[in-house]
């Protein structure tokens, strides 16, 4: 008996009660949210680190884990030729396995997007990685290699970094940016392409017809409605409500901006109502997704004049808290009428999205500095802010009471010390 109660506290310990795995861009539900506790709200360089490895180079792409094993993505050299899964121990930070992908030529990016830009996403039996122009690929979580799709070239002047997500035996990719644009469902067994949506683009893939900028980055999410799954993404110019088994349009929303066609963060959906800011300053939109067709006359209300926005903010009951990329802020909106209750300025810029467990949310800028708060309607509430010495775009990963993030040269485990 007395060896059970100290496996029962060393199990505890390692695994929180309630712990769920990250695995997949924001989470095991793809809004940001850990129904697991108790994760580190401080640290530094010296301090409340568990291991950190280096990596080849620098990537946008966040980590994911699920079980023992952490997954992320990176290439090897710096023209993305050789882009890379790699596989570490989440307790230890050793190595387990990589997995290497080539491409013939390089492809263009923007220097604030180095290749290394997707998420992977994880069943707990295999992994799935998008390298955009190098493919999408399928691993054991021993590492051996299950399948790979040869999709075509994707280019666009800044990159990639859209992530796949599965649900269910399904894999769901959306292939932006650029001018060959689709939405597809492939088995996650095979590989096979279950059904592809290819969306309309309206200019060459960089610049719409009116040569301003054009582009989707967003990453999908799955919802249910009235016992229809849905595939929820944000296209260059709407955004899609897409049956998860046939690919059909239920219903899309045109989201019109005069400051150009696109979109980086994912949709968040509270209830029935929709939530989208689009990027470079675009409108924050909210309607309703009751109907089928064309939802323009379900808008609630828009609000223009946003922060730029690349990361996803999190739902806490009535409220959404979003983060900024210049004004650099963090700002909190009711959600029935899309009035802003406050914002809290920040000095670094926000392109990693918000990760929550209970009361405490994440939001990690670009100088790798973690503000900590506590989601609350009454005004901004700091829990703690945390630095590192490295730049990162990624966002935190929250697993088996750690955080685990991404940063330009490393990869971080972070803990309370024992």
């Known amino acids: 008996m007395r060896l059970f109660s100290v496996l029962i506290v060393f199990v505890s310990l390692q695994f929180p009660l309630g712990a769920e795995d990250w695995a997949q861009f924001r989470g095991p539900r793809g809004n940001g949210v850990t129904v697991s506790r108790n994760y580190p709200t401080d640290w530094g360089i010296e301090r409340n680190v568990r291991w950190s490895v280096d990596l080849p180079q620098p990537g946008n792409g966040s980590a994911i884990v699920t079980g023992n094993k952490v997954l992320v993505c990176s290439a090897v050299d710096t023209k993305g030729l050789e882009r890379s899964l790699f596989c570490f121990d989440s307790l230890t930070g050793k190595q ?47 590492g051996a290699k299950l399948w790979s799709r040869d999709l075509g070239e994707f280019q666009h002047m800044w990159g990639y970094g859209s992530s796949p997500i599965i649900i269910g035996d399904r894999v769901f990719l959306n292939s932006g940016a650029g001018k060959k644009v689709f939405v597809a469902a492939f088995d996650l067994s095979t590989g096979n392409t279950i059904w592809r949506h290819d969306e309309p683009v309206d200019g060459d893939g960089d610049y719409n017809n009116e040569r301003k900028y054009m582009g989707t980055w967003s990453t999908p999410i799955s919802i249910k409605r009235q016992g229809r799954g849905l595939v929820v993404v944000a296209m260059q110019k709407r955004i899609l409500g897409l049956d998860a088994e046939t690919g059909e349009v239920v219903w899309f929303f045109v989201v019109d901006s005069d400051r150009g066609d696109l979109s980086y963060s994912s949709p968040m959906v509270q209830g029935d109502v929709c ?31 946003n922060p730029q926005s690349i990361g996803t903010g999190v739902i806490v009951d009535q409220h959404v808290y979003r983060p900024g990329a210049g004004p650099n802020l963090i700002d909190c909106t009711e959600i029935e009428s899309g009035k802003s209750v406050w914002q809290h300025r920040t000095k670094g810029a926000f392109w990693s999205s918000i990760s929550l467990s209970g009361e405490v949310a994440y939001a990690t800028d670009q100088r790798g500095r973690t503000t900590v708060f506590r989601p609350s309607p009454t005004g901004f509430i700091e829990l703690g802010e945390c630095q590192l010495d490295d730049t990162t775009n990624a966002t935190p990963a929250l697993a088996n009471g750690n955080v685990f993030l991404r940063t330009s040269r490393k990869l971080w485990c972070i803990g309370e010390s024992q």
């Not at 923007?110 to 998008?130: C, E, F, I, L």
């Not at 409108?283 to 209300?301: C, E, M, N, S, Y």
Request: proline share 5%.
């Open 275 to 305: 939530l989208f800011n689009a990027g470079f300053k675009g409108p924050f939109v909210a309607f309703k997704i009751t109907g089928v067709g064309d939802l323009a006359g379900d808008q609630l209300w828009r609000s223009d004049n």
């Open 96 to 142: 387990l396995w990589v997995q290497n992908v080539n491409i013939s030529r390089a492809m263009p990016t923007h220097k604030t997007n180095p290749y290394g830009g997707s998420t992977p996403a994880s069943d707990g039996q295999r992994v799935v990685v998008w390298h955009a122009s190098a493919g999408l690929h399928a691993y054991s979580m021993d």
